[in-house]
DNA sequence: GCCATCAGCGTACGAGTCGC
DNA sequence: GCGACTCGTACGCTGATGGC
């Protein structure tokens, strides 16, 4: 049965101090972390240049500048190698045709968003040599039938190193990442689902994902991305985001809310639909402003009690013993807004969401003619799978998941220090 | 000031579900 | 099989807004 490792490289806020870059259309930099080791291997940041053409000093610390990168994975022979006991012992029990899947943390360029974890690449092992204690001669020997792994290059050979040597037709570092983790570094709860694996991926140890159906929900998420997630009855609401302020949608610290206004779609949504909110008549031709899939459904006591949700600017109801609603004082809504949004009990959340705020985009010409893309009143109701695959399939291809902009109505009118007497109902 | 447009909401109606 | 009930959706009314 194939194996899959999951394995966090590249630099890292603990080993660099810093990110890997993402850009808006996915496109990324793979940033090794600093050698700490003495090595032969004349390169550093600033001569390296690239896959953008500009050297990687530029998205490292000033201090890393001219330090020499230690490239492991390395993508040109497809190597990885390891010499400490945990990753070795978890080296040392891949076989022929498993997969090592590399993740990293990647901060969003220009950085508006919260950095995430995305898969960047993977090898398919086709050998396993375990270096206990490696001669000089036996490195050169491995060296030139293994290639250059960053380990090959160190000064005073490791003890205990492992080297997975990959298979060069079907290892590849991605021209664009695939989102992993939400904003809290845990598995994204959509594809936690898929794979049968759950829980936090910060821990610099490997994470196996071995049972067969889970081996393939992977490899789908790997080509396919979040169109996996549109099942046959999978439902997609549109409508009209008339007023953007960042409040509903609220798009912060790594999850999308819905949680105010818009009582029937928040009503009707269930976990597994897509909803997707489409620019006022007064912009022009319908643009996208953002697009969340819906994860949990939650009640306004359950959002304001979960710590994760607390202190989102659109947390402002919970239940008083009377039954009733209060509402906290906030900048947004006042209790002109309470009818509306209290009209149902439910709250919207999504980890896996794209929020275009002021840099709202225009559907591709395929997609001009779909009712996706037609304002309605109230609200849209899609039920076609195919429509709704082809909108997804387009959408994870071309952006990064995540804040691509600020709120598209703040620069507007500042929600900033108004008094309670000040506070006008908002339209959302 | 008039008119067109648009978003929100109330209401009616149809489909689906459940109990008898 | 029938009726009661719930839920989802379409339609139309209302008020706000913006252009002329």
């Known amino acids: 049965m194939r194996k899959v490792l999951l394995l966090r490289v590249g630099i890292d806020k603990g080993c660099g101090g810093s990110l890997s870059p993402i850009f808006p259309d996915r496109s990324f930099e793979y940033i090794p972390i600093p050698e700490s080791q003495p090595t032969t291997d004349p390169r550093t940041y600033t001569t390296i240049l690239g896959r953008a053409g500009v050297p990687l000093a530029r998205y490292v610390k000033p201090a890393l500048a001219e330090q020499h990168p230690h490239f492991d994975p390395e993508f040109e022979t497809c190597t990885y190698g390891d010499p400490t006991p945990l990753k070795r012992r978890q080296l040392l029990q891949l076989v022929p045709g498993d997969l090592l899947v590399f993740y990293a943390g990647l901060q969003p360029q220009p950085p508006v968003d919260p950095a995430r974890l995305y898969i960047i690449g993977l090898i398919e092992v086709e050998s396993v040599h375990d270096l206990w204690a490696p001669s000089a001669s036996d490195l050169d020997t491995l060296r030139s039938k293994i290639g250059n792994n960053a380990h090959f290059f160190r000064v005073t050979p490791d003890k205990g190193l492992v080297i997975v040597r990959g298979n060069k037709a079907r290892s590849e570092l991605f021209t664009k990442a695939v989102p992993l983790g939400d904003g809290a570094d845990n598995i994204l709860c959509d594809l936690s689902e898929l794979v049968r694996y759950s829980g936090s991926l910060r821990r610099a140890v490997g994470h196996w994902i071995d049972e067969q159906n889970p081996v393939h929900a992977l490899e789908d998420w790997l080509k396919l991305g979040p169109m996996n997630l549109v099942g046959d009855k999978a439902r997609l609401f549109s409508y009209v985001v008339a007023h953007d302020y960042g409040f509903a949608p609220n798009p912060d610290s790594g999850y999308c809310t819905l ?170």
């Open 259 to 428: 949680a105010c206004c818009k009582p029937r779609i928040r009503k009707s949504a269930k976990k597994g639909d897509w909803i997707v909110g489409l620019s006022p008549a007064r912009f022009g031709p319908p643009k996208l402003c953002y697009v969340m899939r819906v994860s949990e459904k939650v009640t306004f006591d359950q959002y304001y009690h979960v710590k994760r949700f607390q202190g989102r600017r659109d947390n402002i109801y919970h239940r008083l013993p009377n039954g009733r609603y209060e509402q906290l004082l906030n900048d947004y809504h006042n209790l002109e807004n309470y009818k509306r949004d209290t009209q149902t009990d439910w709250v919207l959340m999504g980890s896996l969401f794209w929020y275009f705020g002021q840099q709202m985009i225009e559907p591709p010409k395929h997609l001009l003619g779909s009712d996706i893309f037609k304002r309605c009143r109230d609200r849209r109701k899609i039920t076609d799978p195919e429509a709704i695959k082809g909108f997804v399939t387009w959408l994870a291809n071309a952006y990064r998941v995540g804040v691509h902009s600020t709120p598209r109505d703040k620069s507007s009118q500042s929600r900033q220090s108004r008094k309670e007497s000040e506070r006008a109902p908002l339209e959302c």
